[in-house]
Every structure is written in C-alpha cells, then in structure tokens.
C-alpha cells in the first residue's frame, strides 16, 4: 500500500513554475506532520515546509517567497507550488510525515515514512 505518493515533477526553465501534489493515507494525515523536503544526491535533506501535527503551516524562511505550501483536507492532498525557480531548485522532491519543526527559520523534519520521490530538474 502506497501512503504517500507524489505527482508533478519535470524539467522546466528557469523562472518557470511547477505545482507538486502529494496524496497521503488517511491514517498519516490524521496523525503526523506531513511535509515536503528536497534533497540533493550526497547532501543531507532540506525541509521545505508542511502541515504539522497541530496542523499549523511550517515553511522554511529562505523560500517562502517563491514556495507556497497548502492542503487540501478532504482529499488528504498535500501541495507544493514553486514559482520562479532557479537551478539551485534541482533535486528530488520528497513527500515525507513524522515529526517536523520550525526553528531559527528551518524547518526540521524526522521522516517515518517516505514517498517515492518526484524528479524537479530546473534549467538555466
């Protein structure tokens, strides 16, 4: 059974948009924070930013500007909409739940569960 899987991943110019969605097994959305990292082959995961367990929005400082990040709750959707994207956006994109928190402007996220990931590669 697949509890989180992402949608909406490709490659696109810079500046250009991309919307990603991420459906999520009733159980997770009820119970954990659900949110969105990145991460970079070698490096560590980024949070992004999600819903938390009190259900309050967490997003990461550094790219709230271009990033917005809502819910849909009655489809257990969660989504990330990017906006003027850079090549730096590159990675894949996960849809994660466990526990997440807001400090010093990041967001910190311990993942129980994964998604499979969704490529976004952002060309200059």
């Known amino acids: 059974q697949v509890r989180l899987k992402e949608s909406g991943g490709g490659s696109v110019q810079a500046g250009e948009s991309l919307k990603l969605s991420c459906v999520v097994s009733?159980?997770?959305?009820?119970?954990?924070?659900k949110a969105w990292i990145r991460q970079v082959a070698g490096k560590d995961h980024e949070g992004i930013g999600g819903?938390?367990?009190?259900?309050?929005?967490i997003r990461v400082d550094a790219l709230k500007d271009r990033f917005t990040i809502y819910a849909d709750n009655i489809q257990n959707t969660l989504f990330l909409q990017m906006t003027d994207l850079k090549p730096e956006d590159s990675a894949m994109y996960y849809c994660?739940?466990?526990?997440?928190?807001?400090?010093?402007?990041?967001?910190?996220?311990?993942?129980?569960?994964w998604g499979q990931g969704t490529l976004v590669t952002v060309s200059s």
């Open positions: 009733e159980d997770i959305y009820k119970s954990f924070c």
């Open positions: 819903i938390d367990r009190a259900g309050r929005l």
């Open positions: 994660v739940a466990g526990d997440c928190a807001r400090k010093d402007g990041k967001i910190h996220v311990t993942p129980e569960t």
